[in-house]
Nanobody, 117 residues
Framework: QVYVEESGGGLVQAGGSLRLFCAAS????????MGWFRQAPGKEREFVAA???????VYADSVKGRFTMSRDKTKETVFLQMNSLKPEDTAIYLC???????????WGQGTQVTVFS
């Protein structure tokens, strides 16, 4: 079993920055993909960014150019640097760890990000 834990959320004014952290532990694999998703009140969960085992990243169009995801050499910790935050970025941000697709991923509890104007 893989355990996932996020941290780093908070309250920030529009235009500001936050950095989220996610650590995976347990039966981790070097061939994993880790991703960030978010869910706002009354909305479906949406993809934000992901980084694969080769450190290649992919982003949702809504965050491209503002958010940067990175992964450390152990491949068990990822970061999400969020700049130029907007009120519409307000959501619970969840980290996922996957080796066989998001449907079977291990998920963290989430961390709240609130952006006020």
């Amino acid at each position: 079993q893989v355990y996932v834990e996020e941290s780093g959320g908070g309250l920030v004014q529009a235009g500001g920055s936050l950095r989220l952290f996610c650590a995976a532990s347990g039966r981790t694999s070097s061939g994993s993909t880790m991703g960030w998703f978010r869910q706002a009140p009354g909305k479906e969960r949406e993809f934000v960014a992901a980084v694969g085992s080769s450190f290649t990243t992919v982003y949702a169009d809504s965050v491209k150019g503002r958010f940067t995801m990175s992964r450390d050499k152990t491949k068990e910790t990822v970061f999400l640097q969020m700049n130029s935050l907007k009120p519409e970025d307000t959501a619970i941000y969840l980290c996922a760890y996957s080796t066989t697709g998001w449907d079977t991923a291990s998920w963290g509890q989430g961390t709240q990000v609130t952006v006020f104007s």
